[in-house]
């Protein structure tokens, strides 16, 4: 089992950042490939971002390429997303997840472990 916590969601301006962060626990954390995910209001979860459990390799979606990115620090079991020139079309609740190999997928259905997510607003 592994468990995820997202945090660092919140309220922004357009134009502002946020870092969101995922600590995760439980199995060996450098055995799993990391993605983030989000989800807005009456539309399906849709992939972001995601980063090899080696941290060697990362891929991002075309919506947040350039905006967003994607990073893990194996010493506190934690990935990040740091989010850049945020729009209101990224106000979405963020999720993190967890997913057993070497190589990220894009689906959710990839994916075994999800934390409970973190609210981002933002707002025009």
């Known amino acids: 089992q592994v468990q995820l916590v997202e945090s660092g969601g919140g309220l922004v301006q357009a134009g502002g950042s946020l870092r969101l962060s995922c600590a995760a626990s439980g199995r060996t954390f450098s055995r799993y490939t990391m993605g983030w995910f989000r989800q807005a209001p009456g539309k399906e979860r849709e992939f972001l971002a995601a980063?090899?459990?080696?941290?060697?390799?990362?891929a991002y979606a075309d919506s947040v390429k350039g905006r967003f990115t994607i990073s893990r620090d194996f010493a506190k079991n934690t990935v990040h997303l740091q989010m850049n020139s945020l729009k209101p079309e990224d106000t979405a609740v963020y999720y993190c997840?967890?997913?057993?190999?070497?190589?990220?997928?894009?689906?959710?259905?990839?994916?075994?472990?999800w934390g409970q997510g973190t609210q981002v607003t933002v707002s025009s």
């Open positions: 980063i090899t459990w080696s941290g060697s390799n990362t």
């Open positions: 997840a967890a997913r057993s190999g070497p190589n990220y997928l894009e689906q959710t259905t990839a994916y075994d472990y």
